[in-house]
C-alpha cells in the first residue's frame, strides 16, 4: 500500500489542532484530550457538556464543510472492518491503561513538557514502528 504525501494538507491540520488545543486551554482551561472529552458526554455526563459537545461537533463538522467546499481527503483502510474493529478496541485499552490518548499526550502533553505525556508519547511511536513494520513486512498486508 502506498501512502499520498501531503505536505500542506499536513501543515493545515496540524496547525488547526494546535490552535484548538491553545484556544481550549486558553478560553476554559481545559486540555483538548479527544478521550477526556467525549468521556465527559458518555452517562454520567460531566457538568461541563455543553463545550465538550460543541468541541466534538467541530472536530465533525469541520471536515464535512471541507468536503463540501471541493477539498478531498486521501485515505485508504487496508484491513477488513473485523480487524478495524479488532484494531479499535486495542487502542481503547492503550488509552485507558495510558491514561490518555495521542492528543491529550502527543500535543497538549508535550507542549506543557509533561514528563508522562513524553514518555506516553515515546510509548506510542514506539509501539506504532513495530506495528507497521510486522504488518507491512511480516504479516504482509
Same mark, same amino acid.
Given at each position: 500500500?502506498?501512502?499520498?504525501?501531503?505536505?500542506?494538507? =499536513?501543515? @493545515?491540520?496540524?496547525?488547526?489542532?494546535?490552535?484548538?488545543?491553545?484556544? +481550549?486551554? $486558553? %478560553?476554559? !482551561?481545559? &486540555?483538548? /484530550?479527544?478521550?477526556?472529552?467525549?468521556?465527559?458526554?458518555?452517562?454520567?455526563?460531566?457538568?461541563?457538556?455543553?463545550?465538550?459537545?460543541?468541541?466534538?461537533?467541530?472536530?465533525?463538522?469541520?471536515?464535512?464543510?471541507?468536503?463540501? =467546499?471541493? @477539498?478531498?481527503?486521501?485515505?485508504?483502510?487496508?484491513?477488513?472492518?473485523? +480487524?478495524? $474493529? %479488532?484494531? !479499535?478496541? &486495542?487502542? /481503547?485499552?492503550?488509552?485507558?491503561?495510558?491514561?490518555?490518548?495521542?492528543?491529550?499526550?502527543?500535543?497538549?502533553?508535550?507542549?506543557?513538557?509533561?514528563?508522562?505525556?513524553?514518555?506516553?508519547?515515546?510509548?506510542?511511536?514506539?509501539?506504532?514502528?513495530?506495528?507497521?513494520?510486522?504488518?507491512?513486512?511480516?504479516?504482509?498486508?
Amino acid at each position: 500500500m502506498e501512502t499520498d504525501f501531503t505536505p500542506w494538507m =499536513s501543515l @493545515g491540520g496540524g496547525v488547526l489542532i494546535g490552535l484548538s488545543a491553545i484556544l +481550549l486551554m $486558553a %478560553l476554559n !482551561g481545559r &486540555i483538548a /484530550g479527544m478521550t477526556g472529552i467525549l468521556t465527559g458526554i458518555i452517562p454520567p455526563f460531566s457538568t461541563d457538556w455543553a463545550w465538550r459537545i460543541a468541541f466534538l461537533a467541530g472536530a465533525v463538522i469541520a471536515p464535512v464543510i471541507f468536503l463540501r =467546499s471541493g @477539498g478531498t481527503i486521501p485515505y485508504a483502510v487496508p484491513v477488513s472492518l473485523p +480487524l478495524l $474493529a %479488532l484494531g !479499535g478496541l &486495542i487502542v /481503547g485499552a492503550g488509552v485507558y491503561y495510558g491514561a490518555g490518548c495521542t492528543s491529550g499526550h502527543g500535543v497538549c502533553g508535550m507542549a506543557r513538557l509533561s514528563p508522562r505525556s513524553i514518555a506516553a508519547t515515546v510509548t506510542f511511536m514506539i509501539a506504532t514502528g513495530v506495528t507497521v513494520y510486522v504488518v507491512r513486512h511480516i504479516a504482509g498486508a
